[in-house]
């Protein structure tokens, strides 16, 4: 078997999961899943047929990820934290074709019990504070916390706070690799 299913799991035939990864207890993984390699799923995880989970993704315990969401490679997902897909549910109402995308790029960090409202991207690197509500898209690289998120700082791609303002211009390095980073603007990047 190309991936590791506790007994508990349930992993609907059709679905697609990658070489060494495991779906833990209790988990469901719909028909129409695509995950990658070496990913993690932890204990009451719930993926939907419309979701693509790239390698090496750490999801964790009683995280639900729902229709219309990607995340990419090396996406860490917190224990509770919560995604979305209707805008202005209803129960009353269908909305299913109205779900809004949301993608969440390489390397990004989804704080525990933090929330992506549907529709956002967020960017690769960046890191969304515990208890967040994200309502729109953050940049590569940004730190965000709060009700709504705002923007507070910027991440390293090792996961290291860099001593540069919330917005203008400057650079750091990243204390744990040495590698630098220009801010300019809103906009960092990695020398």
């Not at 990913?39 to 729902?66: E, F, K, P, T």
């Not at 949301?102 to 929330?115: E, I, M, P, S, Y």
């Not at 729109?136 to 923007?151: E, F, K, N, T």
Request: glycine residues 12%.
């Amino acid at each position: 078997m190309a991936y590791w299913a506790h007994e508990s799991a349930i992993v609907d035939d059709g679905a697609q999961i990658g070489e060494g990864s495991k779906v833990w207890h209790f988990s469901h993984v719909c028909a129409g899943a695509r995950i990658g390699p070496g990913s993690s799923l932890g204990q009451g995880v719930y993926v939907g047929n419309d979701v693509v989970i790239g390698a090496n993704a750490r999801i964790q315990n009683n995280v639900s990820v729902y229709d219309a969401v990607t995340l990419e490679d090396d996406v860490f997902c917190g224990p509770s934290m919560v995604f979305t897909n209707v805008f202005n549910p209803r129960a009353a109402v269908s909305r299913k074709a109205e779900y809004r995308r949301t993608l969440v790029r390489q390397g990004a960090t989804l704080g525990a019990n933090c929330t992506i409202v549907c529709g956002s991207t967020v960017g690769a690197y960046a890191f969304v504070g515990a208890g967040a509500v994200v309502t729109h898209d953050v940049p590569d690289h940004a730190l965000v916390v709060g009700v709504p998120a705002r923007r507070i700082g910027w991440m390293s791609r090792h996961g290291e706070k860099l001593d540069l303002p919330a917005s203008g211009h400057g650079t750091a390095a990243c204390p744990a690799t040495g590698q630098t980073y220009r801010l300019a603007g809103d906009v960092l990047t990695l020398l």
